[in-house]
Structure formats: structure tokens, C-alpha cells
T-cell receptor
């Protein structure tokens, strides 16, 4: 099993630029999560999807952030325009249905630096 | 979801058992206790979860008190690779999909 795959692993961009982070969940998983981690705020849940439908986006910080899941094997998190305070590690995670308990599997993260 | 309290940091000697405590005094009857860990520069990793019975898997054991107000994660023979932040989380299984992480315990395994 390849696990949750995220790209890019590292990105450095200038303030004002658009950033797109990508995620491929584990095959067969029907829930997908985007988390953000910073030293100040720890791990924060931004948004999650069930069966490609956004269920709860209350953690999305502001309108500059958007997430999509066009199909069961792909999701994007977009920041436009990016700001230095968006610098963080962004984790994607996926989960199988309720019958497997609540084990969520995380990717290795996308390390974003906005200068 | 119930709140958890964990010590910010702990040390453990390599080869010894690491016992990580977690208080969850407001836990509800249908809330599970989950443990995840995060090794530096990696994504969080699932360890174990339980409702009221003690649980054991290849990674660790989970001991939940009879009143369910606290639990202990046990790594029976800690290695240097077990150095990580360990998160204790309580939530209802399946009702919502959200895992809310606290600040966790930084376990430092010493050679």
C-alpha cells in the first residue's frame, strides 16, 4: 500500500503567489482530511470530505483558502493569494468507512514557506 | 468531544517501558480513547485505540482505568526511534470524522 501521497513535499513561494497542494488518498478510503501544523497552533483540522463532498470546512482560516475533491483519488488545497503567515506543514489524511474504526492515515506533509 | 490533559514532556531510558499518562475526566460513555504519535518531520501515525477494555497490539498497550477518566499508553521496550510527540485523543467513533489534536507529550528516549 502506497499510503497517502502528497505533493509537493517542499515549496517556497513569494507572498501573493498562488499555492496548490495535492493529495492522493489511500485507495478505497472515502474520507479525506486537510490539516495544518505550526509551532504556535499545533495541528489544526482545516476541512474534511466524505465521499468527495465537503462536510466541515469550519477550520479553513479565510477565503484565501479553498479545497476541492473532484474524485475519490485526488484532492487539492489552494491558497490564493499566499501570505507569510500561511507558512506551515500541510498534512493530508484519509480514512476508510466506519467499519474500520476511526483510524486516520496521514501523508508525509507538504512544507510550505511563503516569503 | 472530551478534552484531554497530558504532560508536556517525559524521558525514558532505551530498553525500558515508557508509560505515557492521559487524563480525560469528562469522557462520555460512547467516546473512545485514541493514541497517535508524530515523529519529527513526519505525519502523525496511529498507534492504538480503546473504549473501556485494555488493548494491545504490536506497537503498544493501552490501559484504561475502570472509571475511564484516565488512560496510560505503554511502550514495553522503548527504542530511540520511539522519540516522538504522543497525542491522546477522545472522540466518538464513526459519529463524526474529526480528530482534534491537543499539544501531546514529547517523549525523549535516552540512550
Amino acid at each position: 500500500d502506497a499510503g497517502v501521497i502528497q505533493s509537493p513535499r517542499h515549496e517556497v513561494t513569494e507572498m501573493g503567489q498562488e499555492v496548490t497542494l495535492r493529495c492522493k488518498p489511500i485507495s478505497g478510503h472515502n474520507s479525506l482530511f486537510w490539516y495544518r501544523q505550526t509551532m504556535m497552533r499545533g495541528l489544526e483540522l482545516l476541512i474534511y470530505f466524505n465521499n468527495n463532498v465537503p462536510i466541515d470546512d469550519s477550520g479553513m482560516p479565510e477565503d484565501r483558502f479553498s479545497a476541492k475533491m473532484p474524485n475519490a483519488s485526488f484532492s487539492t488545497l489552494k491558497i490564493q493569494p499566499s501570505e507569510p503567515r500561511d507558512s506551515a506543514v500541510y498534512f493530508c489524511a484519509s480514512r476508510q468507512g466506519p467499519s474500520s474504526g476511526n483510524t486516520i492515515y496521514f501523508g508525509e506533509g507538504s512544507w510550505l514557506t511563503v516569503v | 468531544d472530551a478534552k484531554t490533559t497530558q504532560p508536556p514532556s517525559m524521558d525514558c531510558a532505551e530498553g525500558r517501558a515508557a508509560n505515557l499518562p492521559c487524563n480525560h475526566s469528562t469522557i462520555s460513555g460512547n467516546e473512545y480513547v485514541y493514541w497517535y504519535r508524530q515523529i519529527h518531520s513526519q505525519g502523525p501515525q496511529y498507534i492504538i485505540h480503546g473504549l473501556k477494555n485494555n488493548e494491545t497490539n504490536e506497537m503498544a498497550s493501552l490501559i484504561i482505568t475502570e472509571d475511564r477518566k484516565s488512560s496510560t499508553l505503554i511502550l514495553p521496550h522503548a527504542t530511540l526511534r520511539d522519540t516522538a510527540v504522543y497525542y491522546c485523543i477522545v472522540k466518538i467513533s464513526g459519529a463524526t470524522n474529526k480528530l482534534i489534536f491537543g499539544t501531546g507529550t514529547l517523549l525523549a528516549v535516552q540512550p
